[in-house]
């Protein structure tokens, strides 16, 4: 066989490799950055395509889509664009835990955001698989591809989600696959090797498809959408909601003790248990094997059967993920309450692949061993569309920074879940596939769903991502805010027979003084509807959103408050910064875990050191003495 | 690694393989004639793709989508609801070529299809690689799957296109893939020559995609769809053709002189040309380096830009087939007026695969060597969705037909242009992807697009295709042509000033004597509406496709009427059958290669004899002669 012949192809400032949903938003942003873009991918018809649950948000996640839509990204206006159902969780409980949910048509999902990134004047995407970057003293200056194309730019970001050395698995079968049976990528990984990068083996499942014409829906319970509108992107109208009418429902049902013995009896026939995956799956996405083996005493497990789309039939079993042979798969499938006839027409699979150590990143998503190298996503170890969403817009910001020879963008914990993850994954490593949980966050109450905008606007509007039009609205917004804040801080409420009528109908203290608006609002059992029949209405009327805000602000104010002083606090130690390339090794006293994380790591901040599993106070106090003390020892280049 | 386990799965009476443009019509036939189906495919997100031109129709091809309509089958229903542009082609023709064409919405003709067969009630579609055939004494009963299910059938059908043992090359660049980098089938042909089948190497080859926003119309010439409304199908409605306003438009660009010097210079790189490819490419769908070598002389070739749908901006470049290196594929594109600063989103390349030698089937397309299995599309040697289509048609209704233990179902080449093609493929073979042309044809002028339901309804209805509704409808339809047809031939239209002041006006010879209607219709100037100002209208208002159809007959009738006492003569031949199991070693005199050919392809009739390259009228003079005798000796089974 003759040697591919090498070429050069046009140069860019910015490289994305995989347009999968991190490097979506990666390459959008760079190139509305102003960057010149090249986006490579494996197979143009799987552009943000979604191999396994067809939705977007839920806990956590949803909160980082709002955060990725303050910021400029694409996933909230893409999903707005083709959801066909929309939820809002735990409406009933604190504003910290609400989450949006959408169900995704599939395939429209795919094709809205391909649609985009064509239309994005300074974005070029291309079908090609990248075998090889090309790097010169450590500084990474492009991509090599199959075809022997040597494209060059000012930096590059990596994506390749589970398509790396990737490995198809059901039961005894087995054969090398990225996602959904796409070419997987054979030769980067070993490239990446080659410059000096640790990769580690991580798996992931899906389950089986089903024909929803053989779906028994008649005996498992329907959980339709909200009727009342919820948008993921803040820019989406209201008169834009679908109503109901054109809302799909999904429906609920639950694995059986026949289901749990027909999974027991066939375990030696799971690559889970039987050594033949070498991967280390994901915990909070565990396949129905695992949950069976894990939670041996649990009765019944829920399951959720979601629409692939509109216009298909296919069904998604959501908590059936399995590696089993397809002909348990079926067995399985049909001991279930209204599966009891569903034909599979897609066997679930596990999935191995290659992930890159995400302790080798710094806080930017930037390579620490190669300049001008970043990656993000599944690629670093986490699982879920909207984490690779929210790094692939944070390692494409920061690509598309060097690009502009500008300084780097990094979100602190306490900006945004993306922060919060960020930090995780750069400060601790990960031994499993990294999911967002709401427990991540020790600033929950900040980090709202509802106050995505007011956290990040105006860093996505200095980024360049935030349009003028849409910058000027939202601080229209954000004064009308403070506004009404202002307002009813300094009108008082005098008792009289209505206002305590009402306070007696919904069980509230009577008024005996006076009060500020703001602190009768504050009474849990009072609105802002309800306060408005005793004031003055605001001199504008006040659109949804703002008087949603006014609630939350003042009705948790004193919460809000003490995480915002921790804040303050956690401030003060992120600005302890720990010089670049010091040496631990002349540092005395460090506890030998400690020595090692920190030289493994390279924290940036005291904060971060500190965080550190394995890094004690004590640790931490010789650190901080030591850098104050100011002669630092430093590793040579 | 363990072996897969086998395991028993449920049983149906028709399977078939390969959900392309071949299994689909194939596997809704067989249900709908009733069978328990089921339709095994690699990749369900491949359903009736199409790998190539993103169009239906054309020349001989837009008459085989009416052929399968009025059997009904569904490609005709499929394309009139994705089609995004409409034309007639060659209206200023007679009627025998005439042939409509449309621009399809190739995943919209994908989901469609796909989203049919989910609903079909007989029919299961999974998704699954068969890897092998369960044959029992000559007799094909069911398929192996790779996962390791055993499914067995009353008979098969395969239909798997270029995905068998399927090698992607682009200039140096060699892999295994089935189209568009989906997965291969591998395993499949190994057994099909375990069996004893001959496999061919064929080669086929797609033009590189473009970014239509890089594309500069302004200097193409635009290709509008047709205002007036036409269909593929004969069940739509005029209400539901697009307006123009709602099609998109084709346009048509040329190679130049630097084009063709950049091809001829780096023809030492071509796939094509320097031994890589072994496989035999198409000859009616050159490759453009192809086109360059055999017509060195031609100073342009025709480009035209087609678009690949409506959410989408990848552009389809017609005439560009080529599996140049990418490198010389760029300059290629960027040498082309319009094109000079085109971005190319996917690299044209060729596929090469396995086909089953098609004299190894009977005209149902059932195998010789084994019972109960069929074969169908490109599998058999041939190229393009109409093609695949159409004999997907046939053989799952003979499939079907087996497993309802009903008589075969073959078509004439008088019947249909499916019928020619089929005739040509057993008769003849095929030493190249075999295209459909409208030369292939001997009754051109029977095989026409607007008669495709007079021709073949009848037998669609009594396969139970054809609902009663609809066959009520054609029915009267059939009716209504005929009495106008009646009518006119017995009306008289004197010669009176009116009349003559029109014939002057069309420099026709004015009337002398009264004149039958119907012959005064036969005049080339005379249209069916000019005729109706002379005499009374129909007792009902006639539908337009009434009145196309009486013109046609009218005008053509002498030159029907030759085609059809052919006809008769051939159905005599047909009628002289050949014995089964003939021993041709028996027969003395007959010439070496009449002899070889014969025992190779086992023609049925004395007709089919005569067709086969080879056999000449003196052989065929010995075979009958030896026929009619009466004492045949046969072979041993
Ligand atoms: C079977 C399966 C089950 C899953 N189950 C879950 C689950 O239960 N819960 C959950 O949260 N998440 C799950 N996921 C993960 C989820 O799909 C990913 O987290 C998400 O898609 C990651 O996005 P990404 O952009 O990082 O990678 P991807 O979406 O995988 O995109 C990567 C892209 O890069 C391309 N690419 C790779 N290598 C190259 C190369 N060398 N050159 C060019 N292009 C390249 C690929 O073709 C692909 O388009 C699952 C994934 C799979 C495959
Ligand atoms: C690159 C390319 C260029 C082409 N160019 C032209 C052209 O210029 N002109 C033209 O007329 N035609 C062209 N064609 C051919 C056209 O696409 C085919 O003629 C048409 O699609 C054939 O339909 P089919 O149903 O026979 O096969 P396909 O459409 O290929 O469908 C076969 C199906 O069978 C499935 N399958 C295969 N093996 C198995 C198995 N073992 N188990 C389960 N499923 C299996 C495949 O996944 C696929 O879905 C081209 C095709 C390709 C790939």
């Not at 950055?33 to 956590?60: E, H, K, Q, Y």
């Not at 996933?75 to 009933?92: F, P, S």
């Not at 008169?239 to 003790?257: A, G, M, R």
């Amino acid at each position: 066989m003759t040697e591919v012949k090498q070429y050069q192809g046009r140069d860019y400032d910015v490289i994305v490799v995989g347009a999968g949903h991190a490097g979506s938003e990666a390459a959008l942003a760079a190139a509305r950055m102003g960057n010149r873009t090249l986006l490579m991918t494996i197979n143009l018809d799987m552009v943000a395509f979604m191999p396994c649950n067809p939705s977007v948000g839920g806990p956590a996640k949803g909160i980082v889509v709002r955060e990725i839509d303050a910021l400029g990204g694409e996933m909230g206006r893409n999903i707005d664009k083709t959801y066909v159902q929309m939820r809002m969780l735990n409406t009933g409980k604190g504003p910290a835990v609400r989450a949006l949910r959408a169900q995704a048509d599939k395939h429209a999902y795919h094709s809205e955001m391909k649609h985009t990134i064509e239309r994005e004047p300074n974005l070029t995407l291309r079908q090609g698989i990248v075998d090889g970057l090309i790097v010169e003293d450590g500084v990474c200056k492009g991509v090599i591809t199959n075809t022997g194309a040597h494209y060059r730019a000012k930096s590059v970001v990596l994506t390749t989600g589970t398509a790396a050395r990737g490995k198809i698995i059901i039961g005894e079968l087995m054969y090398s696959s990225g996602p959904n049976n796409s070419q997987p990528a054979m030769k980067l990984s070993g490239d990446l090797e080659r410059l000096g990068f640790k990769l580690e083996r991580f798996k992931t499942g899906t389950p089986p498809r089903v024909d929803g014409n053989t779906i028994d829906y008649s005996v498992t319970e329907e959980q339709p959408g909200d009727p009342e509108p919820h948008h993921f992107s803040f820019e989406t109208k209201d008169e834009d909601y679908l109503d109901l009418k054109h809302q799909l429902s999904c429906w609920l049902t639950y694995t059986n003790e026949t289901t749990h013995k027909i999974i027991r009896e066939n375990l030696d026939r799971a690559p889970m248990f039987t050594g033949v995956i070498e991967g280390v799956g994901p915990r909070y996405c565990p396949s129905i094997e695992d949950k069976i083996v894990r939670f041996a005493d649990k009765k019944r497990h829920q399951l959720f059967l979601e629409p692939e789309g509109r216009n298909t039939d296919e069904w998604y079993v959501q908590g059936l993920s399995t590696s089993m042979p397809e002909e348990v798969q079926q067995r399985i499938l049909h001991s279930i309450k209204g599966l009891e006839d569903a034909e599979m027409m897609r066997p679930g699979y596990a999935i191995e692949y290659d992930v890159v150590a995400p302790y080798q990143l710094k806080a930017t998503l930037e390579t620490k061993l190669i300049k001008n190298l970043y990656t993000a996503g599944q690629t670093n170890g986490t699982s879920g569309y909207e984490e690779a969403a929210g790094q692939g817009l944070m390692a494409g910001i920061n690509a598309g920074l060097r690009a502009l020879d500008r300084g780097q963008f990094t979100l602190k914990r306490s900006d945004a879940y993306i922060g919060v993850m960020i930090d995780d994954l750069v400060t601790k490593g990960t031994n499993e596939p990294y999911r967002l949980l709401t427990s991540r966050a020790e600033y929950r109450l900040i980090l709202r769903h509802d106050n995505a905008d007011l956290r990040l606007t105006d860093k996505g509007h200095e980024l360049g991502l935030i349009d003028d039009d849409r910058y000027a609205a939202f601080e229209a917004k954000r004064q009308a805010i403070k506004d009404e804040l202002d307002r009813l801080g300094k009108i008082r409420i005098k008792p009289n027979d209505d206002v305590n009528a009402f306070l007696r109908a919904h069980n509230s203290g009577e008024l005996k003084d006076g009060v500020l608006a703001a602190d009768f609002l504050k009474r849990p059992e009072v609105r802002y509807a309800d306060l408005m029949k005793f004031i003055p209405a605001a001199p504008e009327p006040l659109e949804r959103h703002i008087i949603e805000q006014v609630e939350i602000q003042i009705k948790y104010a004193g919460y809000i408050e003490k995480a915002e002083e921790r804040v303050e606090r956690l401030k003060k130690m992120e600005a302890k910064k720990i010089p670049d390339r010091i040496d631990y090794d002349a540092i005395d006293g460090l506890a030998t875990e400690a020595h090692q994380k920190l030289k493994k790591i390279q924290p940036t901040t005291i904060a971060q050191a500190s965080r550190i599993s394995g890094v004690n106070p004590a640790d931490i106090a010789i650190l901080s003495v030591y850098i104050q003390q100011g002669r630092i020892a430093k590793v040579k280049d």
